[in-house]
């Protein structure tokens, strides 16, 4: 939670606003409802930089519509 608040570049809208432990309980919610329907849902190690993230992120999404990745 600490360090997606760390990436953001602008003023702090009204869910931003918000304190750190209700930022802190949705994470885990989110995380147990993915854990819950894997099958749905792809968790992503956004702590790494941009780029990875976005390159696992549409990695994910290619698996999940049965196209190749990156070639493969």
């Known amino acids: 939670v600490r360090q997606g608040f760390s990436r953001i570049h602008r003023s702090h ?3 931003e606003s918000k304190a750190l432990v209700f930022h802190e309980r949705v994470r885990r919610g989110y995380r147990r409802w993915a854990k819950r329907n894997s099958r749905r849902m792809v968790m992503v190690d956004a702590s790494q930089p941009p780029e990875r993230v976005w390159n696992d ?3 994910a999404v290619h698996r999940r519509l049965g196209l190749k990745v990156n070639g493969a």
């Open 13 to 15: 809208d009204r869910m």
């Open 57 to 59: 992120v549409a990695a």
